[in-house]
């Protein structure tokens, strides 16, 4: 269903953002992105999404070449954008509608045109899903972080979408709204790619991970629990910390591989 092969972005040739990834992904599978803060991450969203394209190497979605020229095609732009979608990292960046409702019906009535009635009752049963009706005539200004990542949400998946990419969409909710997450991305018969800086919480999101290192190259594609198990790999991709502790007066430094730990 998306296949890279050899892709590398950079946005100017001094900073690469990906060099020469390469990985397929199945239609179902739920997959994890892993990787320390500018390993390529989010890059690699957009890439998927069809908002930067390689300048090296190539991106098919469905078996066809996804371009800046085959997305100028209406029909084909407006199948893309209703299959493949994308919550970004901020969600600040995607809200700019009056109220919550026109939020999650703004894609509804850009790429399904049509019957108003109908987008009124696909926003009430997102809006019900993820927990937001008591907000629908709000300014999506005015709602708290975990709020509006959940109008995101909403919004992407009133499209019923066949791919899911999630930009650490965990990252503004409490533990509630986390478990409550990762149930419905079980529930759901969609592809996901998600990303976290949460390592424990990696296993829930997919059995695979895709892991970036730091160079922007492709460190690790296999189950997460082998990655997570796997020290060298971890320190290899930044993904571990080290921070001081103090036992009364001494103090010591070491490795810590999970955030529980
Ligand atoms: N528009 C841009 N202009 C210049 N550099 C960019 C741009 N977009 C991304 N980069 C650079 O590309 C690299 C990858 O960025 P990206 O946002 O994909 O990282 P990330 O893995 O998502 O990081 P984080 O964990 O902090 O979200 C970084 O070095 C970043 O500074
Ligand atoms: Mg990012």
Sequence with gaps: MIRLEGVSHAVDPGTPALREVSFEITAGEQVVLLGANGSGKSTLLKLIDGLVFPT??????????????????????????????????????????????DEIAFGLRQLLPGDEK????????????VGVTRHLHRPPFTLSGGEKQKVCLAALLALEPKVL??????????????????????????????TTHNLSLAPELGERALVLGEDHHLLHDGPVDAFLKNRDLLIE????????????????RHFHLHDWD
């Design 56 to 101: 090296a190497g190539a991106y098919r979605y469905a078996g066809t070449l996804v371009t800046a020229a085959q997305l100028k095609d209406a029909g084909y732009h407006r199948r893309f954008r209703r299959e493949v979608a994308l919550l970004f990292q901020t969600p600040d960046t995607m809200l700019f509608n009056p109220t919550v409702f």
């Design 118 to 129: 109908d987008v009124g009752a696909r926003v009430h049963h997102w809006a019900e899903t």
């Design 165 to 194: 990419l999630l930009d650490e969409p965990t990252a503004s909710l409490d533990p509630r709204s986390t478990g409550w997450l990762i149930d419905l991305l079980q529930d759901l018969d969609v592809t996901t790619l998600v």
């Design 237 to 252: 991709a930044n993904l571990v910390h080290s921070h001081r502790h103090r036992h009364g007066k001494t103090a010591h």
